[in-house]
Structures are given as C-alpha cells and as structure tokens.
C-alpha cells in the first residue's frame, strides 16, 4: 500500500506541475494556462509505448520489442532533454517557455515521472513477461544456478573469448576513476587486497559480444525443456576472479552511465563544417553526466562512491532490478525461433500505378502518384532512383539526404549514377541529423569520391525536407520528375515508419522544386513559393493564414493535422483562437502536445489523439476543410519552433482530386476511427485510451491499412498486367 500511495502522490504532484485546475477562459491565447510542458509530455508519449509492452493483447516478443523501445526512447530524453535542462539550472537560466515552469521545476516533475516510469518498465519485466516468456520456454538463468556442467561451459568460454578482451581498471590513489563511454554497460567491482585493504576496479562489458546469450543447444536438456538464456553480465561477474589474481573479489554490480551527448557547433565559425562535427563526434563520448543507473543488487556506499565519481545527486539515480538496458534483449527478438510470438509478418502492397513493372516515367506523365509506406514499399522510391541512375535519358539527379541506412541502395544509385554513368548527381547531406552524424559523414565522402557534388545546405539551418528531383530528356522535352516525402530516404526504416511520398511532374510544383535546390546550393535568393510552403522562410505565416481562414468560417470551418509533435506556441494560440470560433479541429499527434484540450470557451472543440502501434507514425498531414474545397498538404515538418525558424522544410500539396480523396476519406478517417489503439489527450496533460460504445466494431488503424494493402496485393495478382 506504501507504493502504491507513492505512485498516487508522484502522479498528483505531476499533475500539480501541469496546473492542477482547469484554466478559466480569457481572450489572451498566449497566456502559460493554456499550454501543457514539452517535456512532461514527451515522458507521457513514452509511458503510451510501455502501455504497449504492458498489453497482454500484444505478441509476446512485440511487448518485449516495445520495452526495448521505451528504453531507448528514455535514454535520448536524458541525453538531450534532461541534460538542456540540467545545463539551464547549472548556468541559473531564468528562462521560461510558454508554459512558465523553470528549469528546477521541470527537472524535478520530469525525474519524478521519470523514475515512476522505470519503475513500471521493471514491474512488467519481472511480474508480466519473465513468467509469460517461462510459459512459453524461455527462462533467463543466473549462472550460478546452472549445473556444474553448464557453469563449466560458462568459464571455457570466458576463459578462452572474453577473458582476452577485458581491460580491469582499479581505482586508487594512482589510477583515478576512468573516463567511461556515454552509454557503457559496465560493473564496479569491490577487491580485498591482502595488505592494502578494500579496493575498487571498473571493469567494462565488451560491445563484441551478444548481451544475451543462449545456451548451446546441446547443454539446454541439463536446465529443461525449452530455450535458456544467460547474460554475459552474469557470465563476467560469474568468473571475476580469473581477472584479479591474487585478490578476492567481495562483489561486483552492473551499472551504466548517460552523458550529455548534444553536439555544439558555431558553424560561422567552422572552417570545414565536416571535420567540426567529427571532432565534436569525438567529443560526445565525454560529456557531462546526466543519469546514473545500478543494478539494485548494489549497497548504498557503492551507489554513493558512483554518484560522487560522475558528479551526480541521488535525483540522478535509478536502482534497476532486473537488465542494465533492456536493448539487451533485442537477440531474444530477433531470434527466428519463435515466430508466434511475433506479429506475423507483413508484405507491402505495390502502388496501383505502377503494378506490373510499369514503367515510372511513363505513369508519371500521366499522373502524380501518392505512396503510403509501409504499406506500400518503399522499393517504388528504390526503383525510381535506380531507374533514373542507369537510364541515358536522365540527365541529373538531386536528392536531400538527412538519414539513410548502412548499405543504402539509394546511394550507392546515386554513386553509380556519378561515376559509370557521368550523370550531373548533387546531394544534400546534413551533417547535423542527430545520432547520424557518423553515417553521414561517410556517406558524404564515399559521394564526393564518386563525383558527386555534395553540399552541406545552409549555415545555422538543419536541412530537413525530403525531396528528390530528376531531370530527364523526354521525346517531346526536358522534363523534371519530383519525390516529395515525410519520411527520411531510408529503405531499412521505411519499413516500420509510417509515411506519405508523392511522385509526381507537375510543372508548378517541379519547377518550385528546382528554385528549392538552387536556393540549398548556391546563393539564389527565395522569393516565396506558390505551391510550397517552406521554412524558415514562410512557413509560419502560410500555416497562420490558413488557420485563420478557417476561422472566419466559424462553425463551417474545419481542421484535420496529423504531426509527431504539437509544440510552436504561435500556432497554438491560433488553433485556440479558430476552436473558439466554432472550427472543429481533430489533431493526430504521436509525441509531444503542449495544447490543452477541452477548455471550455477556449478548446471545447479541439480533440487530440496519439496512436502508438506496430509501425511507428512518422506521416504529417495537413488538412484545411477551405469550404467544401480542401486544401491537403504533406510534409516532413512539425509544427515546433525548430521546424519553423531553425530548419529547412518543405511542405507541398497534394493537387490530384482523387489523391486528396484517397488521404481525406481512406486515411484521415481511418486514424479518427480508431478505437484500438488511439488515446485522447485530456486539459490536465493525461492520456486516457479511447473508449468503445458497447458493441462498437473494433477499428484499429494499422490494421485497417494492412488490411487495404493485402486486398490491393490480391486485385493486382488477379489482374492482367498493363502492356
């Protein structure tokens, strides 16, 4: 009972930090009632991903899939977020957002939230999957409760692989504390020596092995039926003794390490922006720490002498009772062993327009071409962009580039295209895309060795749009094809983001295109688009006009936007202002919202979903109801303060009348129906899963779209091919 008023106590206080009255109506829509905090929201965003690892409706394997996600989710918010905001209190910022918390404030809400979430993540870990998982066959082992046998084995392989790769670092009066790597998975072990006394070492868990490790198949039918599996931890702590002769070893406990890992760059003052961000690459494994996690094995004095080595305080700290990181258990997923436990597997549908193995530049004379991904694959883009790259009529090739994978097939398209076919290839690769840095600068370098003309867009700007153009001599003329996207050219991700990409020749719109690519790379002026928005150059005052359109219609107006993150307090104030007026506006937003729905007066007419599911929603949609004629907009843009002012977006519209139907009546609808895995967002910041009126259908959007794609998979299979 104790906990459980701890947890009621931590979730008022919470809640008290978010405003614990609903604020009174007043005609100014700037006012710090009215907006919800970015962070304290993020952390709600995350506890929906641990509600699917606690759904006992999910998969086994896909609930220990979302754990790993929520893990690694928590781990970028300290090493961002968390450590922004340490910074502010360290430096006494007095600065506020919209919603007036300090930075103290928010520090203490977030940790607080933060821990009751670990604290979940654990408790579904050991009460709900380890037994679940044993029902199946699946038991995690302690090694020194195996069988004489099996922990023979264990020290062989210790003894003959991992003993040669471990390093044990003591800690005395001549070896200070080493500097360990952001994100380390290590353990502190405790040493009697037989003259000097107690003693500490770190000795760190090496990245060559699998964390999780199953056990020969030969050795199982010692434990019992089913797979086994043992941490190399375990194995480690099991056999310490072989790595400190001569001393004994009185305990040994896991623990890891967040750092500060934000890159700061004065890119005014950066000679070569390429090596600026290689050296602060270097740098990242050195920041400040910001987080400090043991296992719960671990005694007080212990945990102190940690805290006190990274300079952290027991708000900083998380006492784990189970996986030092539950990213650890990704072998588990994906082993081919137990398909059942799994979402059965999914195969995208091809686009319509091109079923068949039409040919792409022949259909997009035709007509523009919307692809929904996953869906619909990704290896139509694929398939365009290798096309294009052998083709002699393609003349050039420019493409945006801000994540890709390891092996793109775009790229090496695009190197190919340069180097055997002596096309005109630019790239826009941003250096910047956090946590691909390192990806991006080899891509850069294997690009520009290739010919390619690679820039790295525009000083103080993350260049995030996603767009592709392709200039090829037709028999009747030069003409340009366009790829507009939301999601990133990434074949590897493509196949769980959900995204939007349009193919399309669009005089208008390509020659727009065009302007975009030249203003990126050399040093032509933007005079505004007719057909694009763009950021930072417009796009707040178009999105502003349109809001505001809507709202001169009053109860005729309507509103439909679909967005990772609701954050930019001008259009917050300015969505209020159109509900207030009578507009009905339904916002789809996965992340982080700081409006506040269902203010009386104020955002009664405002409803605000998440849906969390097996495919990660990625797509932006904007749509404005523009009396009976709908304007529809895609995009890679949220609507947050960095999309508008620090980065280069491009949002663009979707022009087909049957285009537009497609994304209004079978895609929008579809994500507002969902009774499955959609959550509305209440005034005071919670999250509440949408309940179904007794005897409603069961409507689940992801489904739902899978569902469309196998049907189109069939027609297309039963159709006669096109000439």
Known sequence: MAEEGNSVL?????????????????????????????????????????????????????????????GSNLDEFFEIRIAGVKQQIESKSGHVGPDHLTA???????????????????????????????????????????????????????RDEIFPTLTPLAIDPSHPFPQLANKSHNLIVSLQRPEDGPAYAIVQIPKLFPRL???????????????????????????????????????????????????????????????????????????????????????????KFLLDNFGLTAADFYRLPGPINFLHLEPLYGSSDFPRLKDKPFQAAVARALAGGADIFEVLR???????????????????????????????????????????????????????????????????????????????????????????????????????????????????????????????TARFYTDLGLLTTNPEITNEVAAVFNNLTGLSEFHGGKKLILAPFEMRERFLALIKREQ???????????????????????????????????????????????????????RVRSIVGRFLEHSRIYWFGNDGAPLVYLGSADWMGRSFDRRVEVVFPVEDAALRSRITDEILTTFLRDNVKAHLLRWDGRYEKVQRAEGEELQQAQYTFRKIAREQTSRIAGATPPA
């Not at 409706?57 to 979302?66: A, C, G, I, K, Y």
């Not at 809400?109 to 709900?128: G, P, S």
């Not at 295209?417 to 080899?442: G, P, S």
């Not at 700081?594 to 203010?599: A, K, S, Y």
Request: charged share 25%.
């Open 366 to 492: 035709r007509q523009d071409v919307l692809l929904h991904h996953p869906y619909e694959g990704f290896s139509s883009v694929v398939d365009f962009v290798e096309r294009a790259s052998n083709d002699p009529n393609v003349l050039a090739l420019k493409l945006t580039l801000y994540r890709t994978n390891v092996g793109s097939p775009i790229v090496r398209a695009l190197i190919r295209a340069a180097e055997e076919h002596h096309k005109q290839v630019t790239v826009l690769v941003e250096l910047k895309a956090r946590f691909d840095e390192e990806n991006n600068i080899r891509w850069a370098r294997a690009l520009a060795d290739a010919g390619v003309h690679v820039v790295y867009g525009l000083v103080g700007l993350k260049t995030h749009c996603k767009m592709m153009m392709v200039v090829r001599r037709d028999d009747d003329r030069v003409r340009i094809y366009a790829h507009l996207g939301t999601g990133n050219y990434n074949n590897s």
């Open 552 to 606: 001169e219609l009053g109860s005729k107006g309507r509103i439909i936007v679909k967005l990772n993150s609701l954050v930019e307090e001008t259009i917050i104030a300015a969505l209020y202002e159109a509900a207030a007026a009578g507009v009905q506006i339904d916002l789809i937003i996965r992340g982080i919202c700081c409006l506040r729905p269902g203010i009386p007066g104020v955002s009664e007419n405002i």
């Open 104 to 158: 103290g404030e928010i520090f203490e809400a977030a940790q607080r939230r933060a821990h009751e979430l670990v604290n979940e993540a654990y408790r579904v870990w050991n009460q709900d999957l380890v037994p679940a998982l044993a029902k199946e066959g699946v038991r995690f082992h302690k090694v020194a409760d195996l069988p004489p046998e099996v922990i023979a084995w264990t020290e062989r392989y210790f």
């Open 10 to 70: 931590a979730s008022a206080l919470l809640m008290e930090a978010m405003s614990s009255t609903p604020p009174a109506a007043t005609p100014d829509f700037t006012h710090h009632d009215f907006y919800l905090n970015r962070e304290l929201s993020w952390l709600e965003f995350n506890a929906r991903v641990l509600g699917e690892a606690a759904d006992p409706s999910q998969p086994l394997l896909e609930r220990v899939r979302f754990l790993s996600i929520f």
């Open 213 to 303: 490790q199953r056990l020969p198949a030969e050795l199982e039918p010692l434990v019992g039926s089913g797979r086994h599996y043992i941490f190399l931890q375990g194995i480690i702590r099991q056999h310490l003794s072989l790595l400190f002769a001569g001393l004994v070893v009185k305990e040994s406990h896991a623990f890891r390490m967040t750092r500060n890992s934000d890159l700061y760059i004065d890119e005014e003052e950066a000679e070569n922006l390429l090596e600026t961000i290689e050296d602060e690459l270097r740098q990242r494994s050195k920041g400040n720490a910001v987080r400090l996690e043991v296992a719960d094995t671990a005694p007080d004095d212990i945990v």
